[in-house]
């Protein structure tokens, strides 16, 4: 065999370079460097990147020449060094991996390769919901045709049931809930197939995945249930509920739950009186406004009590109705709306069959003078198939083409028209956003076959403010250039949430990353114009999550009651009282501080508690909390008398005492940088007056444009500010 380090990557083209199919000038290799191996994959084409991972157009090749499209999402490297988060993915998406049902998009592999973390999923020719809707809108369609709605649901209906009733090797129910049924995540295929994506945020119920803090997403609030929006315990019944938002939405036209905020809409779900289906669409079926209005119920026990129930009450409506609900006549409408992109994919297919052709010409005369050569060297050359190569060519430059197909990320390819805008950008580098869609591209760039209308465009880099430009590609001006001086970001740049939480003390997380912070507090820094998911969560409560949209120089303020998660029959919860208040609580070997009342949520068993204050005695104690329950303990410490032996420090094991108060680090770069404290992301430099406990703490300095990464051991002395300053040159 020869030495694999020698041998030519199967998917890279000819070092020759055939001649590009149709004289359009397209190259079969993408120019980020793909494709390239990932582990047992080879990516193609990225397709779309978001706050937490990114997704490629892969190829997985196994025995006897197998090929086949897939999907991969690549978790961001920031999120690959918080381990609660990727333990928490890693173990979500191996319960979807499970699941198998020609309604639910299947995952294939979970795992790591290279260092990163990463799902592989089926790739899927198709749209989602959200895109359906607003490519009729393009087309002038004014109403989703009812048969097709309900022939969507069924589907939906049918990979629910599957999921909420999946049992485990061991006979016993896993009791999976969706937790995000909403237009985003249903996928219509061009053959009337419909798909439940995005089962990686599901739980199961009997798995040790319930909310951990770790900021993940729970649902987009327009289609939460009610229980969901109160953060109380699901079962499969919130997802019909989604599903039931869904149902009313594409039946009527009209959203169900916008408020003018976030809590503004979930008072709506929880506390509101919905609309009658019929008194929006008089058009449709009392049947059917009967199962909308029971799938909406806020009462579990008058809801649907399964999908299958759901599903069961649609198909003997459509009997009794006579409706014509089939996947043909769905694939047909989805072909007829989708016409011009398919169009455009055929040719693109054709073009990839012809330069297929060229490589294995190509191929053929190399094979041939090679043959010519070893018959006159004397040696037989061993003959090498030219399946792979056009195969592998074939994928190459069609993929170019269809990698909107996955339209989970935002759906819609882009259609052929003569439009043309090039992007330009200081620094160069920056990702490019039309109309709200990420560009495979980063600038400088030039997109081409745009339709003649107005575009809004976005420029934006990591460390700059995002550059905004309107546009119109018009008959007369059909190019059009966009140059982007990005800038360093300033306080009215961004927007801003203030956050506010009963209890105090939650962690704040923003698009998956941990800022930091915990309530109260301001996030700072948040980008305009782009949505931002906002996740509240703190251990022993319920997580929140919110959905951010922020102009420029906005406030939001987010006032939140958290609620407790109910203890487990081996958990205990055990609340303590301290006088004085700002006494430090030690279990075992753990120290606590930030204030009385102290609230723990610990396993049932015995500890050893310590409750110390540097002018007071310290007080210890066993206890054995019962599990189950709360156990409240109330601590007076006793001051200490003049002359009496001071409290010996932590470096005496045998009675430690706490260390001083917090202490304040400032923090400067050359050039500028952003900055983690002990794994904590605390923004860009400058970073002035950062609390901290007093002690040794680590300091990541990361320059994304140089590529460079310093990390330096800093000493906090209470009540002091310790300023260092970090070159990065």
């Known amino acids: 065999m020869a030495d ?60 006897a020449g197998f090929e086949k499209l897939i999907v991969v999402k690549r978790v961001l490297p920031h999120l690959a060094q918080d381990q609660a988060f990727i333990e928490l993915l890693l173990s979500e998406a191996r319960i979807a991996a499970t699941l198998n049902h020609p309604n639910v998009a299947h995952i ?22 959200r895109s359906i809707v607003r490519q009729m809108k393009k087309v002038n369609e004014t109403s989703f045709p009812l048969e097709h709605a309900i022939a969507i649901v069924l589907g939906c209906c049918a990979g629910l049931s599957y999921a909420h009733e999946r049992a485990n090797l061991d006979g016993e129910q896993m009791n999976i809930v969706h937790r ?60 019909v509920f989604s599903l039931g938002v869904i149902l009313f939405e594409l039946c009527t036209g009209k959203r169900l739950f916008r408020g003018q905020n976030e809590m503004d809409t979930l008072k709506m779900i929880v506390e509101g009186d919905y609309p009658k289906p019929r008194a929006l669409n008089p058009n449709l079926p009392e049947r059917l406004e009967r199962i909308i209005l029971k799938s909406l119920e806020k009462d579990l026990s008058n809801r649907y009590q ?74 037989r050359a061993r003959k090498t198939s030219r399946v792979p190569w056009i195969f592998t060519a074939l994928f190459a430059l069609v993929a170019i083409g269809i990698g909107s197909w996955y339209a989970i990320m935002g759906g819609g390819g882009r259609p052929t028209g003569p439009g043309v805008i090039t992007f330009e950008s200081e620094p160069p580098g920056a990702s490019i956003r039309i109309d ?105 409560w319920v997580s929140v999550t919110r959905t951010l949209l922020l102009v420029a120089g906005q406030v939001e303020d987010i006032t939140t009651p958290l609620v407790r998660t109910p203890l487990a029959a081996n958990e205990a919860l055990i609340r303590i009282v301290t006088d004085p208040p700002d006494a430090r609580v030690q279990l075992d070997a753990t120290w606590y501080e930030g204030g009385s009342p102290y609230e723990l949520r610990v396993p049932a068993r015995e500890y050893r508690l310590r409750v110390a204050h540097p002018t007071r005695h310290m007080d210890e104690r066993d206890v054995t909390p019962a599990g189950g329950q709360t156990t409240e303990l109330s601590i007076t410490l ?25 202490g304040h680090i400032t923090i ?32 990541t300095c990361v320059n994304p444009e140089l590529n460079v990464t310093r990390t330096v051991r800093v000493e906090v002395r209470p009540g002091e500010t310790t300023r260092t300053r970090i070159s990065l040159q």
């Open 668 to 699: 400067q770069a050359t050039p500028w940088c952003n900055v983690s404290i002990d794994g904590h992301s605390v923004g860009e430099t400058p970073v002035v007056e950062h609390q901290l406990m007093s002690g040794s703490h680590s300091v």
């Open 4 to 63: 694999p380090a020698r041998v030519p990557d199967p998917l890279a083209p000819p070092s020759a370079g055939p001649p590009t199919a149709g004289g359009s000038g397209a190259n079969p290799v993408d120019p980020d460097g793909m494709p390239r191996r990932f582990g047992k994959y080879t990516l193609i084409r990225k397709l779309a990147l978001g706050g937490m991972a990114e997704i490629f157009l892969a190829l997985q090749k196994s025995m």
């Open 436 to 540: 709200g869609e990420v560009q495979a591209e980063s600038t400088p760039a030039t997109v081409r076959e745009l339709p003649l209308r107005h575009y809004t465009v976005v420029i934006s880099s990591a460390g700059y403010v995002p550059f905004t430009q309107e546009l119109d590609l018009t008959e007369t001006a059909m190019e059009s250039t966009v140059h982007a001086a990005l800038a360093r970001p300033s306080a009215s740049s961004f927007g801003v949430a203030r956050v506010t939480t009963t209890p105090v003390g939650a962690h704040i997380l923003l698009d998956g990353r941990d800022t930091g912070l915990v309530s109260p507090a301001t996030v700072p820094e948040i980008e305009p114009g782009v949505e931002h998911t906002l996740a509240i969560s703190l251990d022993g």
């Open 180 to 239: 995000d049924v909403s237009p985003q995540n249903i996928l219509v295929t061009f053959t009337g197939d419909v798909k439940l994506v995005d089962f990686g945020i599901a739980k199961a119920g009997r798995s040790h995945m319930e909310d951990t803090g770790s900021g993940q997403l729970k649902g987009k609030i327009p289609y939460m249930s009610p229980e969901q929006a109160q953060g109380l315990g699901l079962d499969g019944r919130s997802d």
């Open 108 to 129: 294939y592999d979970v795992g790591e390769a290279d260092g990163q973390f990463y799902i592989a999923m089926e790739h899927i020719h198709g749209e989602d919901l």
């Open 306 to 379: 399964s999908a299958r129930e759901m599903q069961a009450d649609l198909e003997e409506m459509i009997r009794a109705e006579q409706m014509k609900v089939s996947p043909l006549t769905l694939s047909s409408w989805m072909q007829h709306l989708f016409g011009e992109k398919l169009a455009q994919q055929k040719q693109m297919l054709s073009e990839g069959r012809q330069l297929a052709e060229v490589i294995a010409a190509q191929i053929a005369a190399e094979e041939e003078a090679a043959a010519k050569e070893a018959t006159r060297s004397g040696v």
């Open 638 to 662: 006793e001051r200490e008398r003049e002359h009496s032996t001071p409290t010996p420090s932590h470096a005496d094991h045998s009675t430690p005492t706490p260390a001083a108060g917090p």
